[in-house]
């Protein structure tokens, strides 16, 4: 081999080059795109659905259980017209105002596929989109926690008529329909689709619904709609299969016999959790811990063991059971912690005229104001 000649790849010609890359274009990682660009910080957001994609795809009309004054971002307030709890709508109808207000760089509908280190400068990374390469000294991994629905992990719910989500209730009207849960999803859902007609069935793996973990207004008309059997409870049960024309669920009786049920339903609904996309961790080789492979990170400035790989928002959290931890309304420090570490190696600081006329961000009153009295 000569000299001059190299194995190593030679690194992607970039078809635009910025400071910072976001991937994720909901609440978190607008509002660390917002601050970082008010520190004159180039901050580009990709994200592979639409604006807010995560709560996009909840059902219409569902409320958030935090407050307002806890899920508002970047320092803008969020207000409802009747002073309730944000609803799904209301949401992001917010998050696109904010977006335009701040003039958000967002590229919806264009999902990151690779991230790589420049091979002559590992403090350089490469970040692939379709086929777009936009080079960047700094990505955030602002990814969420709830990408893909839990598996039931039995024959048949790859079918037609079996939904990790609730859609449209308007589409149940009339129909039967086993909903496979005892937590807030599930319960909000049962309810839901009572008062639209549908036939409901409760499948949940424990005698009795759980204390926690069920809004405090859900509870009350969950438990009187099961003790008038107006929705039928079957607690301690089990799906152990599905067909097209039924299920069969396993079921322990107060004596402790067992027994399966055949039972058909038009629509079943595993609303059971959803798990973390951890793609980009394992391709980065980000080092995970237990539980729900949470990526190991250092608390005050938000970076992993890769020098300029950061995690933000929910996906600090991995993949979180029925017990949450990590919620947006404690996730708004990471835009400041993240910016601060940036602007300590001298990224950004360049564009003073727009940090005279940013807003400020969520200040830390207000912080601790949440984490001395949280809603959780």
Same mark, same amino acid.
């Given at each position: 081999?000569?000299?001059?000649?190299?194995?190593?790849?030679?690194?992607?010609?970039?078809?635009?080059?910025?400071?910072?890359?976001? #991937?994720?274009?909901?609440?978190?990682?607008?509002?660390?795109?917002?601050?970082?660009?008010?520190?004159?910080?180039?901050?580009? $957001?990709?994200?592979?659905?639409?604006?807010?994609? !995560?709560?996009?795809?909840?059902?219409?009309?569902?409320?958030?259980? +935090?407050?307002?004054?806890?899920? =508002?971002?970047?320092?803008?307030?969020?207000?409802?017209?009747?002073?309730?709890?944000? +609803?799904? /709508?209301?949401?992001? *109808? %917010?998050?696109?105002?904010?977006?335009?207000?701040?003039?958000?760089?967002?590229?919806?509908?264009?999902?990151?596929?690779?991230?790589?280190?420049?091979?002559?400068?590992?403090?350089?990374?490469? #970040?692939?989109?379709?086929?777009?390469?936009?080079?960047?000294?700094?990505? $955030?991994?602002?990814?969420?926690?709830?990408?893909?629905?839990?598996? @039931?992990?039995?024959?048949?719910? &790859?079918?037609?008529?079996?939904?990790? %989500?609730?859609?449209?209730?308007?589409?149940?009207?009339?129909?039967?329909?086993?909903?496979?849960?005892?937590?807030?999803?599930?319960?909000?859902?049962?309810?839901?689709?009572?008062? #639209?007609?549908?036939?409901?069935?409760? =499948?949940?793996?424990?005698?009795?619904?759980?204390?926690?973990?069920?809004?405090?207004?859900?509870?009350?008309?969950? &438990?009187?709609?099961?003790?008038?059997?107006?929705?039928?409870?079957?607690?301690?049960?089990?799906? !152990?299969?599905?067909?097209?024309?039924?299920?069969?669920?396993?079921?322990?009786?107060?004596?402790?016999?067992?027994?399966?049920?055949?039972?058909?339903?038009?629509?079943?609904?595993?609303?059971?959790?959803?798990?973390?996309?951890? !793609?980009?961790?394992?391709? @980065?080789?980000?080092?995970?811990?237990?539980?729900?492979?949470?990526?190991?990170?250092?608390?005050?400035?938000?970076?992993?063991?890769?020098?300029?790989?950061?995690?933000?928002?929910?996906? #600090?959290?991995?993949?979180? +059971? +029925?017990? %949450?931890?990590?919620?947006?309304? *404690?996730?708004?420090?990471?835009?400041?912690?993240?910016?601060?570490?940036?602007?300590? %190696?001298?990224?950004?600081?360049?564009?003073?005229?727009?940090?005279?006329?940013?807003?400020?961000?969520?200040?830390?009153?207000?912080?601790?104001?949440?984490?001395? *009295?949280? /809603? =959780?």
């Amino acid at each position: 081999m000569k000299p001059s000649e190299s194995t190593d790849p030679a690194p992607h010609e970039p078809n635009r080059v910025c400071d910072v890359v976001v #991937v994720g274009g909901g609440p978190i990682g607008i509002e660390t795109a917002i601050e970082m660009r008010r520190n004159g910080i180039d901050a580009l $957001v990709f994200e592979a659905g639409p604006l807010g994609h !995560t709560i996009s795809w909840w059902a219409p009309q569902t409320r958030w259980f +935090s407050s307002n004054d806890r899920i =508002s971002i970047a320092g803008v307030p969020l207000n409802t017209i009747d002073q309730a709890k944000a +609803s799904r /709508e209301e949401y992001l *109808n %917010y998050l696109r105002s904010v977006v335009d207000q701040f003039d958000v760089p967002v590229e919806t509908f264009s999902k990151v596929d690779k991230i790589e280190a420049r091979p002559d400068d590992p403090r350089r990374w490469q #970040v692939q989109v379709r086929s777009k390469w936009i080079e960047a000294s700094a990505v $955030v991994l602002a990814i969420g926690g709830t990408d893909h629905p839990n598996r @039931l992990n039995v024959p048949g719910e &790859d079918l037609p008529h079996v939904d990790g %989500y609730l859609r449209e209730a308007h589409h149940y009207h009339g129909r039967r329909v086993l909903i496979v849960g005892g937590r807030n999803s599930a319960v909000e859902a049962a309810i839901r689709l009572h008062r #639209v007609g549908a036939k409901v069935t409760l =499948s949940y793996h424990r005698e009795e619904l759980p204390e926690a973990s069920i809004k405090y207004w859900l509870r009350p008309e969950i &438990d009187g709609l099961i003790r008038s059997k107006a929705i039928e409870a079957l607690f301690e049960s089990r799906v !152990t299969a599905i067909t097209p024309e039924r299920v069969d669920l396993d079921q322990t009786l107060p004596d402790g016999r067992h027994h399966t049920l055949h039972m058909h339903f038009d629509d079943v609904l595993t609303l059971i959790g959803y798990e973390q996309d951890k !793609t980009l961790f394992k391709q @980065l080789g980000i080092r995970m811990e237990d539980p729900g492979g949470k990526p190991i990170y250092n608390d005050e400035t938000m970076e992993t063991e890769l020098p300029g790989i950061y995690v933000a928002g929910t996906a #600090v959290g991995g993949t979180q +059971s +029925s017990k %949450y931890q990590v919620f947006l309304e *404690n996730c708004h420090v990471h835009a400041a912690k993240i910016t601060k570490h940036l602007l300590e %190696y001298g990224i950004g600081s360049r564009n003073t005229d727009a940090k005279r006329q940013a807003k400020p961000s969520a200040t830390p009153e207000l912080n601790r104001q949440i984490e001395m *009295n949280p /809603e =959780s």
